[in-house]
């Protein structure tokens, strides 16, 4: 079993920047981990996702504004999201996998209880 946790999030203006940050515990040899965002009446979305060795992929719409990484001693995935807009605004979530490379897609195992972003313009 994996527990994940999710911080960091707020309220911003739209053009600020937040980062995320993940934690987590139990068994934590996580080869797939990633961040998805579901805003209200919306499907989830991927948003960023990496592997144990580093590799990342990135929704378009974030590709160049967010950035993901790991911290493996930590146990930590981070999410630093700059030039934050308005349709940024929804819960964001932190998800992991031992299995299948899902990339972006949402069929991890493992998912955290989520952290509220709110964006203003």
């Known amino acids: 079993q994996v527990q994940l946790v999710e911080s960091g999030g707020g309220s911003v203006q739209s053009g600020e920047s937040l980062r995320l940050s993940c934690a987590a515990s139990?068994?934590?040899?996580?080869?797939?981990m990633g961040w998805f965002r579901q805003a209200p009446g919306k499907e989830r979305e991927g948003v960023a996702a990496?592997?144990?060795?580093?590799?990342?992929s990135y929704a378009d719409s974030m590709k160049g504004r967010f950035t993901i990484s790991q911290d493996t001693a930590k146990n930590t995935l981070y999410l630093q999201m700059n030039s934050l807009k308005p349709e940024d605004t929804a819960m964001y979530y932190c998800?992991?996998?031992?299995?299948?490379?899902?990339?972006?897609?949402?069929?991890?195992?493992?998912w955290g209880q989520g952290t509220q972003v709110t964006v203003s313009s």
């Open positions: 998800a992991a996998e031992n299995v299948i490379n899902w990339g972006l897609l949402p069929h991890y195992t493992y």
């Open positions: 139990g068994y934590t040899y996580t080869i797939y």
């Open positions: 990496i592997d144990r060795d580093g590799r990342t």
